[in-house]
């Protein structure tokens, strides 16, 4: 047996960063994180960002690492 995926993998990992795309008045994660860093210390929020890990399941989604981390190294 054999299961294909196609562009079910990309709208998933679209929703964990676009809630609103099925209706969900949510932040997504780049906006959680921001918000989160947003509450320290310039030099504090840094390091923070530098040290985020990802976990789970939802972690080996294909580009999520890039999409999280690219926001926070700017």
Known sequence: HQI???????RCTELLQQPH???LDEMGL????????SGYPPHVALA???NVVLTG????LRHLS???H???QA
């Open 70 to 72: 690219q926001p926070l």
């Open 21 to 23: 795309f099925i209706g």
């Open 30 to 37: 780049n906006e959680c994180l921001h918000q989160l860093l």
């Open 57 to 60: 399941a939802s972690a080996q």
């Open 4 to 10: 294909v995926l196609g562009i079910e993998c990309i």
């Open 66 to 68: 890039t999409r999280i």
């Open 48 to 50: 923070l960002a530098r």
